[in-house]
């Protein structure tokens, strides 16, 4: 699972540390329809503070991100937007956006404006489907904890 302290976010295996939470998680059926069995579905916990982000980013596979306390404010754009939100020129990042969102340097990033987006605010009980590819930027409002499922 991920805890963000101050914006710092570490990486955990829940399952190992709390196998307890594990076993109140539930897989969706809709990710039972993909090419891959049940075991290769990637699960996450994200818990947070508020103000937790995570930057505009893009993931290789279809999630669905389930809120469980709290809200997040969620900006999403197509991948056919991919051009005006300059993506990290080196491998390592490229799935991620050099703007800062709720602050972007024009300047720089001039076509960034002109991307045309989709915004929510998920609430508790409340799953958003991000398909393969699509772009998505999340900010926590108040404390929060989520959970996602990747799959192919």
Known sequence: ????????????????????????????????????????????????????????????????????????????????????????PTHLLHNTSQVDVENPDLENYPEFELGHFQECILNPGEVLFIPVKYWHYVRSLNISFSVSFWWS
């Not at 307890?20 to 049940?38: S, T």
């Not at 075991?39 to 389930?66: C, K, R, Y």
């Open 1 to 88: 699972f991920f805890i963000s302290c101050e914006k710092l976010i570490q990486l955990h295996s829940f399952s190992a540390q709390i196998p307890e939470l594990r076993q109140d998680i539930h897989i969706p059926d809709y990710c039972c329809l993909g090419d891959k069995d049940e075991d290769e579905i990637t699960i996450n916990a994200w818990f947070g503070p508020t103000g937790t982000v995570s930057p505009l980013h893009q993931d290789p596979q279809h999630n669905f991100l389930t809120q469980v306390v709290g809200q997040k404010y969620i900006r999403l754009y197509s991948p056919e937007e991919t051009p005006k939100l300059y993506p990290h």
